[in-house]
Every structure is written in C-alpha cells, then in structure tokens.
T-cell receptor
Framework: KNEVEQSPQNLTAQEGEFITINCSYSVGISALHWLQQHPGGGIVSLFMLSSGKKKHGRLIATINIQEKHSSLHITASHPRDSAVYICAAGVGGGADGLTFGKGTHLIIQP | KAGVTQTPRYLIKTRGQQVTLSCSPISGHRSVSWYQQTPGQGLQFLFEYFSETQRNKGNFPGRFSGRQFSNSRSEMNVSTLELGDSALYLC?????????????FGEGSRLTVL
C-alpha cells in the first residue's frame, strides 16, 4: 500500500519568496501529480511527472525516482499563488488508483 | 473545448437514502475517476472507469458504486447514506488512465447527509 507524505502542512511566506513543497511516497510509482486547489474552488492539475523535471511559468516540479521524492517549487511567489497544493502518486498497473498527500496550505502575504 | 461537468452541484439527503451523481468528461477522454474530499481525510480515490470498465477501486464499502456509459459519461451511486458520507465528490477525466494521463477535474458535487 502506497503512502504519501507532504511537507510542510502549512506555509506562510512573503511575496517574492522562493517556495518549496515536498512529497515523499513509499512504493515505486508510474506517475506523480501535483494539484492546486483554491479556497472554494475546483482542483487544477499543475504537473504530471514520471521522471526528471518540468517547468511551467514560475512553477517547477522535480522527481527523484530512486529516493521516492518529488518537490514543487514556486519562484517569485505572488499572493495569487495562495492555495492548497496536493501531490498524488499512482502505481503503474496497480488496482489502487491514486494515493493523495494531505496537502500543503500555502499563504503568500503581500 | 468544454470542461468536465458534474451534476448536481449541491444536494441534501437524509440518512438511509441513496444518491446518484453524474460526470460528463471532456470530449474524447475515455477515463473517468471519482474522488471523495472531506476535511478530515482529505482527497481519497474512489474508482476509475476506462472504456466502460472499472479499472481501479479505492478502499470504500460496497455502498459506493459506479458505472460508465458508451459515451464515457459516468455516474456514481451511494446507497444507504450515512452522515459520514457528507463530502465533496469530484470526478476527473483523462485521455489515458489516472496513472499515466493528466487529470482534468470537475467542480464537484457537494453532498450533505442529514
């Protein structure tokens, strides 16, 4: 059974700071998703990773398959980045679908 | 391209009743997956349907069931509702399976059980 741990649970930072959110999982996976959820809003998929690194605007996601660890970075953070960030791991061919982390509640203060 | 549509958006039921939720995926997507989100447990995977077949199932009792139609629209059903079933139910569509494809989420159906 895959277990997914996210850290930190809560993070408050000043506008412009570099943000890092971490995600660790316990078994080998085929894909890892990073999701964003605004208060009262729906969920948006930011990245899906199976290896290496992806970048989209100010967001960067990396994954280290050997260490079973992924990070989401936000450069030049902005108050509109305030949201809950959730990682989800999927085991290839497994019957368990996706396993989710508990989420990181990020607040960027102006 | 239309997004993922979930209906109804809000509903209130009483214990013992049953409920059916609907999800229309993005055109061309064959995978529809369902999730339950609660403040205590966070997001949990319910099941995934791909081309009308259930591919994966999470750790939920048999009261939770689903199906997918030939046009990829999916429904999930919860029978004999309990207070603990109160949650936001989300569906996501994907061109490929949840383990290999990008997910596109609907706005969710918020269920309150009284």
């Amino acid at each position: 059974k895959n277990e997914v741990e996210q850290s930190p649970q809560n993070l408050t930072a000043q506008e412009g700071e570099f943000i890092t959110i971490n995600c660790s999982y316990s078994v080998g996976i085929s894909a890892l998703h990073w999701l964003q959820q605004h208060p009262g809003g729906g969920i948006v998929s930011l990245f899906m990773l199976s290896s290496g690194k992806k970048k989209h605007g100010r967001l960067i996601a990396t994954i280290n398959i050997q260490e079973k660890h992924s990070s989401l970075h936000i450069t030049a953070s902005h108050p509109r980045d305030s949201a809950v960030y959730i990682c989800a791991a999927g085991v290839g061919g497994g019957a368990d679908g996706l396993t989710f982390g508990k989420g990181t509640h990020l607040i960027i203060q102006p | 391209k239309a997004g993922v549509t979930q209906t109804p958006r809000y509903l209130i039921k009483t214990r013992g009743q049953q409920v059916t939720l609907s999800c229309s995926p993005i055109s061309g997507h064959r995978s529809v997956s369902w999730y339950q989100q609660t403040p205590g447990q966070g997001l949990q995977f319910l099941f995934e349907y791909f081309s009308e077949t259930q591919r994966n199932k999470g750790n939920f009792p048999g009261r939770f069931s689903g199906r997918q139609f030939s046009n990829s629209r999916s429904e999930m059903n919860v029978s004999t509702l309990e207070l603990g079933d109160s949650a936001l139910y989300l569906c996501a569509s994907s061109a490929n399976a949840v383990n290999t494809g990008e997910l596109f989420f609907g706005e969710g159906s918020r269920l309150t059980v009284l």
